[in-house]
């Protein structure tokens, strides 16, 4: 019966498609593993960056804000140095001891505005004093990290510009011999595959072992093996097995 449009094909074909997809896919792998962590740090550094970015935009409003109170404060201070101008010349002109006493009253009040404006102004410049501080470094992290990222960046893209052709190359032709094994198959050794450590889904029996786990394969199931009737897994790993002979014509 055919599946999906897929062309009947013997056992035999079968296994050696799976084969020659399992080969096709170790290289890719291969690939994959040459790139390593770097596609994964690279994020993680452009995350980083990104985050520290928001940060300092955030301490740069704070600074602006503490601007903003002190020039605020310092012209309270002036307001209150003009009243005192003020209430100074008033005493030199008044007519009684109580006038003179209630404005050297409204004098203190405003000298105490002064004093309590110079606090806060002194209070705003020591926390601008921190930001800017804590500004600088993560300025400066972020010039670590922006060395740090080029430098990974320069080498995947060195990796990828290397490999990209032959990466192709190798998902063009598994796309082909993945057009010849059924749906269901193809599934069933992308699920083995993607459970299996070293990402082996087709493996050979080896000094009559299963090639990816190494337990023992009995002569009887050895021999199922060889005949390439029926599509035999390990029934510990779960691996497709093939016989040595087709496993070594590749
Ligand atoms: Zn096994």
Same mark, same amino acid.
């Given at each position: ?39 994964? %740090?690279? *994020?993680? $550094? !452009?995350? @980083? ?5 928001? &940060? ?7 600074? #602006? ?42 004098? %203190?009040? *405003?000298? $105490? !505005?002064? @004093? ?5 102004? &002194? ?7 921190? #930001? ?49 094994? @059924? ?65 070594? @014509?590749?």
């Amino acid at each position: 019966m055919s599946v999906k449009g897929t062309k009947e094909i013997s056992v035999e074909e079968k296994l050696r498609a799976l084969f020659d997809l399992q080969l096709v896919d170790s290289e890719i792998d291969k690939i994959k593993t040459l790139r390593g962590e770097l596609p994964l %740090e690279v *994020q993680d $550094l !452009e995350d @980083e960056i990104a985050g520290l970015n928001t &940060r300092i935009a955030h301490m740069q409003e704070d600074i #602006r804000n503490f601007e903003t109170l002190i020039t605020g404060k310092k012209s309270d201070i002036e307001v209150s140095k003009g009243l005192i101008e003020r209430y100074q010349g008033q005493q030199e002109n008044v007519r009684n001891n109580r006038e003179y006493e209630n404005l050297s009253k409204e004098i %203190e009040f *405003q000298t $105490l !505005e002064i @004093e309590l404006c110079e606090k806060k102004i &002194r209070e705003f410049n020591a926390a601008a004093k921190q #930001r800017r501080e804590d500004l600088e470094r993560a300025q400066e992290l972020i010039n670590d990290r922006s060395e740090d990222l080029a430098q990974k960046k320069s080498e995947l893209d060195e990796i990828i510009s290397e490999t990209k052709q032959e990466e192709e190359k190798l998902r063009e032709k598994a796309k082909q011999i993945e057009g010849k094994i @059924e749906e269901r198959l193809l599934n069933a050794f992308k699920r083995i595959r993607k459970n299996a450590r070293n990402g082996l889904a087709v493996v050979a029996v080896e000094r009559d072992a299963c090639g990816g786990c190494f337990n023992k394969i009995p002569p009887q199931r050895q021999l199922d093996i060889r005949l390439r009737k029926k599509i035999i897994v390990c029934e510990y790993c779960g691996r497709i097995l093939i016989d040595q002979e087709m496993a070594s @014509e590749k």
